[in-house]
């Protein structure tokens, strides 16, 4: 048994999977085993991949074209998994050479931690540093953002095995229970990366390292980019599911989290509407209530505060005044940005109607 198994799922990835897997295969720490999981590819990825295989015994390659969806591969991958921690890594990503030991150190260090991710550069097809990935930080920063965004970047993870197999944790279903029955929800793909860690950060501990430790490959074949309006309506329908279960669980009113996500770092309209204060009240009631007193705690009510009001003049006095006294996040920036200069936009910002969400 290797203290990590890899999951790596792949379908039609021959653009950038010899450095994936090379990135692997360079990690400083060794005790490694890497699952590759072809998803039907026809374009030489499987093959790649088993190149790789009969060169080192360490990489194992699953062809599993029968899987239902990202969830049921990373599902099938997770039923093949005989470790201590299981990290993932995408086809077109790349680990930095001592990102295992890191995750390694933190998983190690504290034996409550469940979940752990980290920061990221992202870089276009060529590689060329285009942005960051900035996920929350501190103790409880994974907890306390889960109602408005994803908290945990997908290919920066690694999870204690055994404690997810304890709890039943699987991608794409409810495994937490609070909801009833005939009202769970299954999430095949799109945002299953945030409907298993949003539940985890529910009932666990987990965090994000505060190093970059992944480049994360942004490309016009990103499904971000390829199913923008898909994607967000899937993401706004697990933070309503998420806050219904944490206030079904803690037995305490719920409040509506939409008004307050920044799903691909771009906020919702709802039709012109500029003020959502009444919506802030119940919300910084319920999390008051729901989450530990804490610095992320603050910060968190802080920001929803600055993007509860859209009056351009008004959202940009309040977001100085937050960063005078929590400084700058890059998302935040960059949400606040995508509202006040519509021009800066790289995805367009979508409308909430009963229907659902629109460009």
């Known amino acids: 048994m290797a203290t990590f198994d890899v999951l790596l799922p792949v379908k039609n990835g021959i653009d950038y999977l010899a450095e994936s897997i090379e990135s692997i295969c360079q990690q400083t720490?060794?005790?490694?085993?890497?699952?590759?999981?072809?998803?039907?590819?026809d374009d030489g990825s499987y093959e790649l991949a088993e190149a790789y295989a009969r060169r080192d015994p360490r990489i194992v390659v699953h062809h599993l074209p029968w899987a239902k969806g990202l969830s049921g591969l990373l599902n099938a991958g997770l039923d093949l998994c005989d470790c201590k921690?299981?990290?993932?890594?995408?086809a077109d990503d790349v680990s930095l050479p001592h990102?295992?030991?890191?995750?390694?150190?933190?998983?190690d260090d504290d034996d409550e931690l469940v979940l752990v991710g980290s920061l990221g550069d992202v870089v276009d097809a060529s590689g060329r540093k285009i942005g960051i990935l900035d996920m929350p930080t501190g103790q409880y920063g994974v907890l306390i953002s889960t109602p408005f965004r994803t908290p945990v970047a997908h290919p920066t993870v690694a999870m204690r095995f055994d404690a997810i197999q304890l709890l039943g944790a699987r991608y794409g279903v409810d495994f937490i229970g609070a909801m009833p029955e005939d009202n769970r929800i299954q999430v095949p793909?799109?945002?299953?990366?945030?409907?298993?860690f949003g539940q985890l950060a529910l009932v666990a501990h987990c965090t994000n390292i505060g190093q970059s430790l992944i480049k994360y490959r942004w490309h016009g074949a990103n499904v971000g980019a390829t199913k923008y309006v898909d994607q967000t309506q899937v993401a706004l329908n697990i933070s309503r599911y998420l806050t219904e279960s944490l206030s079904i669980m803690l037995g305490i009113n719920s409040f509506d989290p939409a008004p307050f996500c920044?799903?691909?770092?771009?906020?919702?309209?709802?039709?012109?509407?500029?003020?959502?204060?009444?919506?802030?009240r119940e919300m910084r009631q319920m999390l008051t209530r729901a989450m530990p007193h804490s610095a992320e705690l603050h910060r968190e009510l802080s920001?929803?505060?600055?993007?509860?009001?859209r009056s351009k003049p008004?959202?940009?006095?309040?977001?100085?005044?937050?960063?005078?006294?929590?400084?700058?996040?890059?998302v935040e920036w960059r949400t606040?940005?995508?509202?006040?200069?519509?021009?800066l936009k790289k995805q367009p910002i979508l409308t909430l109607t009963p229907s659902g969400l629109t460009a």
């Open 262 to 280: 920044n799903h691909g770092v771009n906020l919702i309209n709802f039709n012109g509407r500029l003020d959502f204060t009444e919506e802030y």
């Open 189 to 196: 793909g799109l945002a299953e990366d945030y409907f298993l």
């Open 314 to 330: 008004v959202m940009a006095a309040r977001y100085f005044a937050h960063t005078q006294r929590f400084g700058v996040h890059h």
């Open 336 to 343: 606040v940005r995508s509202w006040l200069i519509n021009g």
């Open 29 to 41: 720490y060794r005790d490694w085993r890497l699952l590759v999981l072809d998803h039907g590819s």
């Open 85 to 90: 921690y299981v990290m993932r890594q995408d």
């Open 303 to 309: 920001y929803r505060k600055v993007i509860a009001n």
């Open 99 to 107: 990102r295992m030991q890191m995750l390694a150190n933190a998983l």
